[in-house]
């Protein structure tokens, strides 16, 4: 973790007490410059993770966060001797050489905060994809940051105040995909942008965008062979010979293909780790089996039981910002702790599905789009079969997908996938929300902060533009669950999210990513065809990292209790947030099976173990 203030008053310093209170307990390193209105501190979760650098001859202080894949290369671009292994120092070098333009030399994760003395200017910054978080305030006094909002919460001159418009966006969709955090005047800084406070003034600068709008115009087979050229380098370029690597599997094709390049980078012993959950349509241990076996990993299966979901009241506590996905950010706490003392980094097939078009909402975007141009007359009533379609015990089962299909077409096809993943209409939140509370949750523009990211989309295809928006709002839902791991040492790697790879992504034409109407990840099903075992790479069968949290919900005594606890009539009033005839209405449908509220009634219960934990007191 990495904070620090920057006066705005030059003649004011920072004192180590203000840095302390910001983060109580002891720091790994800290830096006050009595002289320059800058204070700096970190503290380290895993070995490596922050560093930081004082150049005083230069007047350049750097902290750090996140890893450097391409050091040999920026030390050949420098022609510097010294310390290569401190990120730190390399950032400031880079900036002495580059200024601003010093970040397009980084390939990693990272965040950063950098102060030149000399020049009276301050730089903030955040990779290309968001795997680092950074979080801002910024008065007419101070600028306070940090990779997690609460030491900038915790800051003596900002008062916390919950912000709303947040809260309101996490109904939406269990996650708070703008711009603006829980916390009111705590923003977060975008992926891919640097925030620059020179002169008692600050300006954001964007230094990367993800352009779709230029395609190869090479054969598929071209595009398999340099797609497969540029997936080892990512790959290979996240391992450390010098310390033991771990491989998150599901026995899906993104995961699988993470180990097989893995495998060929790295000649010792590979650990992987899965998770098991007992039930029909649920458990997809056996193909991460498979895949271990193929490989010769040390393969370590978790059993993941209804009780685990008490894990929860634990993990609010490091969530900077309350988002869930129905358990899966506890899966990857189970694992984390499974991995804990074994390895000391762990490669993840995060981002396989924006890269290739992978998930099933880029599915449904094809079938949504069809049915927009069907005349009402004929539409409505198929829509309105589904709606009245009772749920089932299973994920996948053509009622499900027939009744959600049928609700998400209520939405705007301009939301593009978010269509999908919103589970209110407008009507519906304002039936939720306390009438006290509803001027301040429920803007007047309801999904502004998806709606501003899909504008600036440059792709022709209605794929290409669904991709961006993704990789701007629900890639960094998904990262921030692979934060939770940072307590038991354990470093997550993301190979599929290299930029590079990532911008050669945006150029594969879209009827390689989806071929026909259902063919997903076909391009990806070429390169790796001849690398790994065909009962993964054609499988018809995979289902998502999956939890049966509907069924648990009706059946499990345990999470049956949690939740009418934490939804209780009592604590709703007591909240003030929400109706609790709403709430209830919500839990007798679901436990009756008229309708899955499982999504909704998670998310209730999340959020108020998070207000519990960080807004109350």
């Known amino acids: ?49 922050c560093r930081i650098h004082e150049d005083n001859g230069r007047g350049v202080s750097v902290l750090f966060q996140g890893a450097v894949y391409n050091v040999p290369e920026i030390i050949k671009r420098l022609k510097e001797s010294g310390d290569a292994t401190n990120p730190a120092r390399l950032v400031a070098l880079l900036y002495l050489k580059h200024g601003e333009d010093f970040v397009q030399h980084l390939r990693g994760k990272f965040c950063f905060a950098l102060y030149d003395g000399k020049q009276h200017t301050t730089v903030l910054g955040r990779d290309r994809l968001g795997v680092e978080s950074l979080f801002i305030h910024e008065d007419e006094e101070k600028l306070v940051f940090g990779s997690s909002v609460f030491p900038v919460v915790r800051h003596p001159g900002i008062q916390k105040r919950c912000n709303y418009q947040a809260v309101y966006y996490f109904l939406l969709a269990c996650y708070n995909p703008s711009s603006a955090s829980f916390f009111e005047g705590i923003d977060k800084l975008r992926p891919g942008h640097l925030h620059i406070h020179h002169n008692g003034r600050s300006r954001i600068k964007r230094y990367w965008s993800l352009s779709f709008a230029s395609k190869s115009t090479d054969d598929e087979n071209k595009i398999a062979e340099h797609l497969l050229s540029l997936l080892k380098d990512s790959v290979r370029c ?30 010792g012993g590979i650990h992987t780790f899965s998770y098991r959950c007992r039930g029909e349509s649920f458990d997809e241990s056996p193909y991460a089996r498979l895949v271990s076996e193929h490989y010769r990993t040390h393969h370590t299966l978790v059993e993941y039981p209804s009780d685990a979901v008490q894990t929860i009241q634990d993990l609010v506590i490091r969530m900077d910002e309350p988002f869930c996905d129905l358990g899966i950010n506890i899966a990857t706490d189970i694992l984390g702790k499974a991995s804990s003392g074994t390895v000391a980094y762990a490669l993840t097939g995060d981002g396989g599905d924006e890269l290739f078009g992978g998930h099933p909402v880029y599915l449904a975007d094809g079938a949504g789009r069809m049915m927009d141009r069907v005349p009402g007359l004929f539409k409505r009533p198929f829509l309105w079969a589904g709606l009245k379609l009772r749920d089932t015990d299973k994920k996948k089962d053509f009622r499900v997908k027939w009744k959600r299909f049928s609700y998400s077409m209520q939405f705007p096809s301009s939301l593009l996938s978010h269509r999908w993943r919103v589970y209110y209409t407008p009507g519906e939140l304002q039936s939720l929300v306390q009438a006290d509370y509803a001027d301040r949750l429920l803007p007047s523009d309801p999904y502004e902060a998806f709606l501003s990211v899909n504008g600036e989309a440059d792709g022709e295809a209605f794929l290409d533009r669904a991709l961006y928006s993704d990789y701007q709002t629900v890639v960094g839902f998904y990262l921030r669950r692979m934060d939770l791991i940072r307590q038991y040492g354990i470093e997550s790697r993301f190979p599929l999210l290299d930029h590079g790879l990532v911008e050669y992504g945006a150029t594969i034409p879209p009827h390689l990513k989806i071929r026909g109407n259902s063919d997903t990840k076909y391009i990806l099903k070429q390169t790796m065809k001849d690398i790994l075992p065909h009962e993964i790479v054609f499988r018809k069968d995979k289902l998502g990292h999956s939890i049966p949290m509907k069924n648990w919900m009706r059946e499990a005594g345990y999470v049956q209790s949690m939740l009418m606890e934490l939804c209780s009539p009592e604590r709703l009033k007591k909240r003030g947030l929400f109706q609790a005839e709403t709430v209830k209405q919500y839990i007798d449908e679901h436990v009756s099976k008229r309708r899955n509220h499982s999504h909704r009634l998670w998310a209730l219960m999340v959020l108020e173990l998070w207000f519990q934990h960080h807004m109350d007191g």
Do not use: N
Not at 30 to 47: D, F, K, N, W
Not at 239 to 251: E, K
């Open 1 to 49: 973790m990495i904070w620090g203030v920057v006066h705005k008053d030059a003649s004011h310093g920072v004192s180590e007490e203000t840095l302390r209170r910001m983060v109580p307990g002891d720091s790994s390193g800290m830096v006050t410059c009595m002289h320059h209105p800058i204070g700096l501190a970190y503290r380290e979760s895993y070995p490596g993770e």
């Open 238 to 267: 996240r391992m450390d010979s010098r310390r033991t690597p771990g491989v998150f599997v599901s026995g899906g094709l993104d995961s699988s293909t993470v180990l097989a390049l893995a495998r060929e980078s790295y000649q």
